[in-house]
DNA sequence: TAAGTCACG
DNA sequence: ACGTACGTGACTTAT
């Protein structure tokens, strides 16, 4: 699955079946109606009555009745199958109206829905060297100019140009083909000598710009050897401020802030087996949606910036945070780092080895072949042929076979052992030493992960294609793949991480007193924490106690309760409960901030970081019990974690700006939430030892100090 | 495409 | 009676 669709899938926008058809109706624009079919299932007889839904509930498949609601909803691809399925004649072409408007009350943060006024729209293609300089005349003096590309591929580091479009003012665009192929495609303007012209006005920094996800641009450009400057805004960052919680599209915001419907990527180039290629639309479709693309993104810009700039707060996590941050991100991608595939390779083969040995002791004790990689099998094997205990249930009613099942089980049984150790050593190969040599860029022979700026809704970002924030450290056989993250000849490999940003920076909101004196004096926190929850002296805690405590400092970071901290350290609840008041008892200052950040989150309906970051959360007063709590559960971990993200791209911001001034050859590789790590030429490990902690714990001074621990080696592995 | 599982901070 | 500790991404199996 591509990413779009992996990400449109855990927004919830599409396969809208029971709790995604609730965050369906979460994310859905202000004054619209979800329109969905339900047939056959339980589904059907429960969203009848909701509100803001449209919807056709079906007992059981009325394909007549489907094909109405397919008509009436200008579901085409569907309709089309659908009546080539009943072999009738295919109906008129439909209105293309997929959401109505209803006039329901505007949520309290949306602006009103605008009347979709319909639009005289003046799209040029530009195929002659006359028109391209009228153009660069009129995006050479004009404001701000809304800029697209559109590529042959979702891979920024692979993507070629296929054509650029232009915006200044609505309702006008122009867009310039540059590699179109198909059968009688127009003549068009020859690539280099198009980027030529274009690059004093790409490359002028005072010419400025807006996109939509300048990042991906930027790579696009930077694959033809185009260095873009002054891309001023970003609508997609612009809306992640402004509402973290919804989704960032360029389709979604001209949806949800212009009141407009455009031709949406899908509709150009059809989507899975049947997609085609950019470079095979016919030009003048592209460019009546390139077009559209980048004059409503200006559209967008002139919604929403006037809102973000009218929030202190937003206005320096946009300005000062996530623009700046956009462009390091762009140059951390494109240098990627190195991986030693001749490492991975031998492990995958070891792995590989144990693997077998296990599946034949599995076998035997089983008395049966069957598949260790399916749940399903294993749950058969254990709990009906086998007769074990069934511990827990998941979430659709199956045995859970997790691993704090099997671990329980194991105590009693050999099979789950097994079974348990066969799934690391899966995991490991399947998604690390197996996968990681094949996402080497031949071009570059490194690894270029794509960070995602504007998903995670606390502010933290996200690695994807490949995931670099989630290799394994908690084993030592884990740990091992890291020994394949290496630096070139010459180099090494410098990781920096905060030291407890998290509690540091709870103790800074909350003042508590307790937590400001352990950060200021320098004592191990988990240690003080247990010093007072045990009632013991600092130096006599116990590894057990300090155990416990950091158990306890976790949980209080997301919010936990009794019944979370007691399952976490295997006690029971009357214990958890007297451990957690006596911490409340003995830091009051972080009880009031609980207390006192449930309260603010009910009144204004979100929490802000230090920085002034948003998170908005729509059920904190919702009458769901279980939704209000995991919204409280947000309230409180969201500043503490979203102060954390904000703290270490301002720390991405600072070593870059000093790398640029100072005119070194040290290279950031990647970031992992509160660490930094780098390339380091061997003749500037001295200066970075001192000077990259000094900038992480630089960025900000809050009420306790910032502590940033460096370490070095020949690999990722070493440098911890 | 959904579910289950597990890797990280 | 309900669910129960935050935030992510990727892989495999089964439908």
Known sequence: MDRRARLARR???KGAAGENLRKALDWLPTGRKLITV????????HIAGWPALDALALREVDREALRGFYQRYGFRSWLRELEDALGVAPSEAPVSTRSTSTGTAAQPDAPP??????????????TTFERLEAWLQVIGTAGLVGLDTETDSLDPMRARIVGISFAVEPGKAAYVPLAHSYGDAPEQLPMYEVLSRLKPWLEDGSRAKVGQNIKYDLHVFANHGLHVKGYQHDTMLQSYVIEAHKSHGLESLAERHLGRKGLSYEDLCGK????????????????E????????????HRTLWPQVEADAGLKFVYANIEMPVAQILCRVER???????????????????????????????????????SPKQIGDILFTKLGLPVKKKTATGAPSTDEEVLQELAADYPLPARILEHRSLAKLKGTYTDKLPLMVNPATGRVHTNYAQAVAVTGRLSSNDPNLQNIPIRTPEGRRVREAFIAPPGHVIVSADYSQIELRIMAHISEDEGLLKAFAEGIDVHRATASEVFGVPVPEVSSEQRRYAKVINFGLIYGMGAFGLASNLGIEQKAAKDYIDKY???FAGVKRYMDETRIRAKEQGYVETVFGRRLWLPEINSGNGPRRAGAERQAINAPMQGTAADLIKLAMIAVQAELDRSGRSTRMVMQVHDELVLEVPEAELDWAKQAIPALMAGVAALKVPLLAELGVGRNWDEAH
């Open 11 to 13: 927004r919830g926008i």
């Open 38 to 45: 339900a047939c056959d299932c339980d589904l059907a007889e």
């Open 113 to 126: 829905p605008l009347p979709a006024a319909p639009l005289a729209r003046e799209y040029e293609t530009i």
């Open 272 to 287: 899975g087996q049947h997609q085609i290629p950019f470079a095979q639309v016919d030009v003048a479709r592209a460019t």
């Open 289 to 300: 949606y390139s077009g559209e693309d980048s004059e409503m993104t200006v559209q967008v």
């Open 335 to 373: 240098t990627g780092v190195l991986i030693d595939g001749a490492v991975l390779a031998r492990q995958s083969h070891e792995l590989a080895e144990r693997m077998v040995a296990l599946e034949q002791e599995a076998y035997s004790i089983a008395g049966q072949p069957f598949n260790m990689g």
């Open 584 to 586: 409340f008892a003995r």
